[in-house]
């Protein structure tokens, strides 16, 4: 890169080349949906047997061939698009250096050096001030003001003013141009290397190990367009103003940053639910192949996660998911949602607990809780969504006994509930924000942020130990619009608050501070305080406790071998499932809250 190079390059060749990509990108796609939902689907109809079943497997080979030229010219028009972008600011400032040497007769040389004439009188001689040459970047070449004949550079002495009146215009017209270069030549270098990696090899097989490369490919293209990135996303606005800047693109430019960003746009707070759903449904096949072939176990957990989200997207069914995050930091992160949460009048969000993390027992259990929400919430009004937001690190041991993972989680939260509240299209919809188990706590978290949990009109707390306040009143929507379910045998609803259990010897659930409580160590205060504040199903508290079934009994006898008694805590996991055995009555009575139809719940008297 050099200033004649710099010069001549036309940024809006590039943004045409991006046009191009774009072109071939929505082709492919459209060649995709059509093998998939048309031809494939009337050859299933039509044909039966060996013929039929190898002509099926070359279609779904070659539309996963359209798939990777979708992907990969997706992520070329990214790149093109962020290099003309990027590109265009030292370009502009070249010209203007260009245009004021011009105007005030200086030459510039191929070398990116400035000549400047002679200027001014020297006050001995009463000659003409030669002129000189000089390079940017604060050095300046041979010339007649030094009377050096070495060509390379000399830097500028600060105690030496040269009195050509030229010379200073002159160094900052080459500092500029030398500038100009330099940032140029670091896009040039970035973007290169991303779209260097954008290459097929002939005859390539699209298999895991290329959809690998794929998910290097986005990485790639995301860190190379980080600047055209930061300056194009409102990153550091609010989900309302990132969803008027959504609505503010073309459909061109909406679809670029879908094909090129998906880990960004699918994540990010403010987008339209259908739009990140697209991007997430995209990005999950990549991190699914990032994750292949690994072999510690936190990659193998969540690639189990991952996989089992796919195939219940792949499913579908009623009411319809939708995939409004995913990713692999930390325990793994993933918002699923049942029902379209822009289109409900109703919307519920549900932070989990301890334990939880992007794994096989997140996919297969974790996320029927917002399913059996949305299911039951329907059926007391029609236009109901449930969600279950992992947006954060839940504790998996013994740091439960903190609020850190909590309050980190909280702000995460907020933004979460401002971007549904930003995106649903309904005038004032009902919004429900629930806890369970520490999850509670990250919910009582967020409501002590500036503003509270943006767009909450109930709150619901289930198997709780504490939400960091000691009344209802104090969680900001209310005291009668605080909600608190609590088993009678679930134990996390029972923990000694941190001074009953200083004296604690046992070990957590049999050993550390609960167990010190239930072995009778530690005697009850009185106070109605349990481990992170009061009970929220205490008087105490003044919040709505509704009805729950009371569970299995935590202990459970084993005859006649009393020794082998077994501790169950079922009781804690039960609160959202209908099915027989677990607890249809807090299912119910938590549907009745989200749907908008307190008048529906049961209640149970205070503890």
Same mark, same amino acid.
């Given at each position: 890169?050099? #200033?004649?190079?710099?010069?001549?390059?036309?940024?809006?060749?590039?943004?045409?080349?991006?046009?191009?990509?774009?072109?071939?990108?929505?082709?492919?796609?459209?060649?995709?949906?059509?093998?998939?939902?048309?031809?494939?689907?009337?050859?299933?109809?039509?044909?039966?047997?060996?013929?039929?079943?190898?002509?099926?497997?070359?279609?779904?080979?070659?539309?996963?061939?359209?798939?990777?030229?979708?992907?990969?010219?997706?992520?070329?028009?990214?790149?093109?698009?962020?290099?003309?972008?990027?590109?265009?600011?030292?370009?502009?400032?070249? @010209?203007?250096?260009?245009?004021?040497?011009?105007?005030?007769?200086?030459?510039?040389?191929?070398?990116?050096?400035?000549?400047?004439?002679?200027?001014?009188?020297?006050?001995?001689?009463?000659?003409?001030?030669?002129?000189?040459?000089?390079?940017?970047?604060?050095?300046?070449? *041979?010339?007649?003001?030094?009377?050096?004949?070495?060509?390379?550079?000399? !830097?500028?002495?600060?105690?030496?003013?040269?009195?050509?009146?030229?010379?200073?215009?002159? %160094?900052?017209?080459?500092?500029?141009?030398? #500038?100009?270069?330099?940032?140029?030549?670091?896009?040039?270098?970035?973007?290169?290397?991303?779209?260097?990696?954008?290459?097929?090899?002939?005859?390539?097989?699209?298999? *895991?190990?290329?959809?690998?490369?794929?998910?290097?490919?986005?990485?790639?293209?995301?860190?190379?367009?980080?600047?055209?990135?930061?300056? #194009?996303?409102?990153?550091?606005?609010?989900?309302?103003?990132?969803? $008027?800047?959504?609505?503010?693109?073309?459909?061109?430019?909406? $679809?670029?940053?879908?094909?090129?960003?998906?880990?960004?746009?699918?994540?990010?707070?403010?987008? !339209?639910?259908?739009?990140?759903?697209?991007?997430?449904?995209?990005?999950? &096949?990549?991190?699914?192949?990032?994750?292949?072939?690994?072999?510690?176990?936190?990659?193998?957990?969540?690639?189990?996660?991952?996989?089992?989200?796919?195939?219940?997207?792949?499913?579908?069914?009623?009411?319809?998911?939708?995939?409004?995050?995913?990713?692999?930091?930390?325990?793994?992160?993933?918002? %699923?949602?049942?029902?379209?949460?822009?289109?409900?009048?109703?919307?519920?969000?549900?932070?989990?607990?301890?334990? @939880?993390?992007?794994?096989?027992?997140?996919?297969?259990?974790?996320?029927?809780?917002?399913?059996?929400?949305?299911?039951?919430?329907?059926?007391?009004? !029609?236009?109901?969504?449930?969600?279950?937001?992992?947006?954060? /690190?839940?504790?998996?041991?013994?740091?439960?006994?903190?609020?850190? /993972?909590?309050?980190?989680?909280?702000? @995460?939260?907020?933004?979460?509930?401002?971007?549904?509240?930003?995106?649903?299209?309904?005038?004032?919809? #009902?919004? @429900?924000? =629930?806890? &369970?188990?520490?999850?509670?706590?990250?919910?009582?978290?967020?409501?002590?942020?500036?503003?509270?949990?943006?767009?909450?009109?109930?709150?619901?707390?289930?198997?709780?130990?504490?939400?960091?306040?000691?009344?209802?009143?104090?969680?900001?929507?209310?005291?009668? &619009? %605080?909600?608190?379910?609590?088993?009678?045998?679930?134990? %996390?609803?029972?923990?000694?608050?941190?001074?009953?259990?200083?004296?604690?010897?046992?070990?957590?659930?049999?050993?550390?501070?609960?167990?010190?409580?239930?072995?009778?160590?530690?005697?009850?205060?009185?106070?109605?305080? =349990?481990?992170?504040?009061?009970?929220?199903?205490?008087?105490?508290?003044?919040?709505?406790?509704?009805?729950?079934?009371?569970?299995?009994?935590?202990?459970?006898?084993?005859?006649?071998?009393?020794?082998?008694?077994?501790?169950?805590?079922?009781?804690?996991?039960?609160?959202?499932? !209908?099915?027989?055995?677990?607890?249809?009555?807090?299912?119910?009575?938590?549907?009745?809250?989200?749907?908008?139809?307190?008048?529906?719940?049961?209640?149970?008297?205070?503890?």
């Amino acid at each position: 890169m050099d #200033h004649l190079t710099l010069k001549a390059l036309k940024p809006t060749e590039y943004a045409e080349a991006a046009d191009g990509y774009r072109a071939i990108s929505g082709m492919a796609d459209a060649a995709k949906e059509r093998i998939d939902k048309q031809i494939t689907a009337a050859m299933r109809k039509a044909n039966e047997g060996e013929a039929a079943d190898a002509a099926l497997k070359q279609l779904r080979k070659l539309s996963e061939n359209f798939h990777y030229t979708q992907v990969e010219c997706g992520l070329i028009t990214g790149a093109l698009d962020g290099f003309s972008s990027e590109i265009s600011a030292p370009k502009r400032r070249l @010209t203007e250096a260009l245009d004021d040497a011009a105007a005030l007769a200086y030459t510039v040389n191929q070398d990116g050096t400035i000549t400047y004439p002679a200027g001014g009188k020297n006050e001995l001689t009463g000659e003409p001030i030669p002129g000189g040459t000089v390079l940017g970047n604060n050095g300046m070449i *041979t010339g007649n003001d030094t009377g050096l004949q070495s060509p390379g550079l000399v !830097p500028n002495n600060p105690q030496f003013k040269n009195p050509n009146p030229h010379h200073a215009k002159a %160094v900052d017209i080459a500092d500029r141009i030398a #500038h100009a270069v330099r940032e140029a030549q670091e896009i040039d270098d970035r973007y290169s290397k991303a779209l260097n990696k954008l290459k097929a090899a002939p005859g390539l097989n699209v298999d *895991t190990k290329t959809w690998a490369d794929v998910a290097s490919d986005v990485d790639s293209v995301s860190s190379a367009a980080s600047e055209y990135l930061r300056d #194009h996303i409102p990153w550091d606005k609010s989900p309302a103003d990132r969803k $008027e800047w959504w609505d503010s693109l073309s459909n061109e430019e909406r $679809e670029e940053y879908k094909a090129a960003f998906p880990e960004i746009i699918g994540n990010l707070d403010g987008i !339209p639910s259908t739009v990140r759903d697209e991007a997430n449904r995209e990005n999950i &096949h990549l991190l699914i192949a990032q994750l292949e072939g690994q072999h510690d176990e936190a990659s193998k957990e969540k690639l189990e996660g991952l996989k089992g989200i796919q195939n219940k997207l792949n499913a579908g069914g009623q009411p319809p998911m939708f995939l409004l995050g995913i990713g692999l930091e930390g325990n793994g992160r993933a918002i %699923v949602a049942y029902g379209n949460p822009d289109t409900s009048k109703n919307v519920s969000a549900y932070a989990p607990g301890l334990g @939880t993390k992007l794994n096989s027992e997140f996919s297969d259990g974790t996320v029927k809780r917002a399913y059996y929400t949305a299911t039951e919430a329907q059926k007391f009004d !029609p236009s109901s969504s449930s969600i279950v937001w992992l947006g954060y /690190d839940a504790p998996q041991s013994i740091d439960v006994m903190t609020a850190t /993972d909590a309050e980190r989680g909280a702000p @995460t939260y907020n933004s979460f509930m401002s971007g549904i509240s930003a995106t649903n299209e309904n005038a004032d919809p #009902h919004i @429900t924000a =629930i806890g &369970h188990s520490y999850g509670s706590r990250l919910v009582g978290g967020a409501t002590q942020e500036a503003g509270g949990i943006p767009g909450a009109d109930d709150i619901i707390l289930v198997g709780s130990p504490g939400v960091g306040v000691d009344k209802a009143e104090d969680l900001g929507v209310g005291k009668d &619009h %605080v909600w608190v379910g609590a088993a009678e045998n679930d134990i %996390v609803t029972k923990l000694p608050s941190s001074k009953e259990a200083v004296a604690g010897t046992m070990g957590f659930f049999g050993g550390g501070p609960p167990g010190a409580y239930l072995g009778g160590e530690v005697a009850d205060q009185g106070d109605d305080d =349990i481990w992170f504040g009061k009970d929220p199903a205490s008087k105490a508290f003044g919040a709505n406790r509704f009805e729950t079934l009371p569970g299995p009994e935590l202990v459970q006898p084993s005859f006649p071998d009393v020794l082998g008694s077994k501790l169950d805590i079922e009781a804690h996991s039960n609160y959202f499932s !209908p099915e027989e055995g677990k607890d249809r009555v807090s299912a119910q009575n938590i549907a009745a809250i989200v749907a908008g139809h307190p008048e529906y719940v049961i209640r149970e008297t205070s503890r």
